[in-house]
């Protein structure tokens, strides 16, 4: 890598941290990744989001060389995977399907072993090494709890374990998989600003979820998979296509329905809730507001529906999330 | 990493349980045969057992003959099995994998110190097993099995010989364990099927219409260590045992390497 050609190739393609092509996994009869290529750029949050079964975990397996793709390339920060694992993987931090550990041992003792496994990374001094494993444990929270029995641990102390571990070596590419899991919303927002300011660092994220708000929240771009299918990928906003609902609260429900229905390119629901539900095709929520308004409907509210992963999928696909063309054995 | 291995073995507590209760059996042994002094009559019972009464420096390799058949290979079938199986059911196996630990590394490293705990296995019953009969009933210079003495550095060498042949029998065991361990994601599957074999193997090694197969299974030439005790040596079985075992010890690794190497990690 000293020859300046060398080093120029490496960074042309240094640009997308990941990147697969037609990347496809069996298991015996059920497909569980069909030709999916995915491109995540250098220093990005990305979100993966599918419904759980969607072929989620099989990628980030295969991306990370546990699982052995049936067809397709895969590149990792610019090399062939699972080829280059002892080069790259060094530089990826992971949380696959949950963390784990062993019970009997302490969340300190847990990270050292874990730390001490595999190449030694920068600075593989013993000293380097435990203050990697202090602040790896300060910076989610842990610090005082290391010492305990992972045993003793809640399912949140579990997680933040886990992402811990994940941060040991100062990553370039983290790939986590539902990283919130088991967090309550103070654990959730904790771990939102950690993930924003590694971004910041440079760092580039891979977030897997079924959770669109989370993804919605944090993510500049995402992809969205379904049966093992590559469904779209794009920026977030581009994806959070509008639904076109729009909700209003008032307690003139009648006479706003009456009006409403009055407008060209509108479809009233039925009201719910003290809510009048109104799927606008051509008109604009303004044009709404300003007829109820003036035909002397207090409005108290209202509020673009905004897209459920549901909405997005229902928009992108035609099929709702529960519904499937066989069984998928693999998530 | 084997650093990393060799401390998870030494920090379990199981390893020191398993050890104890290996040591525990020829000394409990020791003391029924010291408190009521009847030994089995010569030619029956446990092999050596006879002569212990009379000299303590056979003990060892009666208490490795004690443990060979059913105590050690348990302890060694669970070891080698929860090796790789272990780490799957903690969900540990994907995070060594991906620090990345080499899967070829990974049981290389498992199988030496599933090795060295076997020695350790080994060493410990034999050295318990000689404090425990010298003291309790005196050394004496070996009378062989043939009828001769054994002179004291003479004893101490084929004393270490049996050592290592039960050693190299138990690795045998340990390589069939370590492949199942590496087929399955449950530790207890691996080890339970590496005891079927071995049991099936001493069932059919009692069975005469058997017999066509007898000098191929596993569990064969175990005992054949007796014949280190013989003048002279009779090295024919023993020979033949280091061989048989050297075959299963090269088949099931290469089988676990060429299964790991090659599985996907789902666990």
Known sequence: MTQPSAVATATATASAAIRTEGLTKRFGPVTAVRGLDLEVFEGELFGFLGPNGSGKTTTVRMLLGLVFATSGRIELLGQPMPAASRAVLPEVGSLIEGPAFYPHLSGRANLTLFDQAGPPGAGGGRATRRRRVGEALERVGLATVGRRPVRAYSTGMRQRLGLAAALLRAPRLLVLDEPTNGLDPQGMREVRDLLAGLVAGGTTVFLSSHLLAEVELICTRAAIVHQGRLVAQDRVDALLVPTGRVEVATPDLDRATALAGRLPGIGVGEPRAGRLVVQLDGTSPEALNQQLVEGGVRVRELVMVRPSLEDVFLALTGTRTGEREAPDAAG | ?267
């Open chain 2, 1 to 267: 990493m084997l650093r990393v291995e060799l401390r998870k073995l030494v920090r379990r507590p199981r390893t020191w349980v398993s050890i104890a209760l290996l040591a525990g059996l020829p000394t409990l042994v020791a003391v029924f045969l010291k408190v009521t002094g009847i030994g089995p009559r010569p030619g029956e019972g446990p092999a050596f057992l006879a002569e212990v009464l009379n000299n303590g420096a056979l003990f060892p390799a009666a208490a490795l003959a004690l443990v060979l058949p059913l105590f050690l290979p348990v302890a060694v079938s669970v070891t080698a099995g929860d090796a790789v199986a272990g780490e799957a059911s903690t969900g540990t196996l994907r995070y060594l994998l991906t620090r990345p630990v080499g899967r070829t590394r990974l049981l290389v490293v498992k199988l030496i110190v599933t090795i060295l705990f076997v020695f350790l296995a080994v060493v410990i019953v034999a050295a318990v097993a000689f404090v425990v009969g010298a003291t309790m009933f005196g050394v004496k210079p070996l009378p062989s099995v043939s009828g001769q003495t054994i002179a004291g550095p003479e004893a101490s060498w084929r004393t270490t010989v049996t050592v290592i042949y039960v050693a190299w029998s138990m690795l045998g065991v340990a390589s069939i364990a370590l492949f199942a361990s590496t087929v399955t994601d449950s530790p207890l599957a691996a080890a339970l099927s590496a005891l079927a074999a071995l049991v099936t193997s001493q069932v059919l090694d009692l069975l005469d219409a058997a017999a066509s197969v007898k000098p191929y299974l596993p569990t064969h030439y175990w005992l054949s260590f007796i014949d280190l005790f013989r003048t002279p040596i009779l090295w024919h079985n023993v020979s033949r045992g280091f061989g048989l075992q050297g075959v299963y010890i090269l088949v099931f690794l290469g089988a676990a390497w060429a299964n790991f190497a090659t599985k996907d990690i789902k666990s």
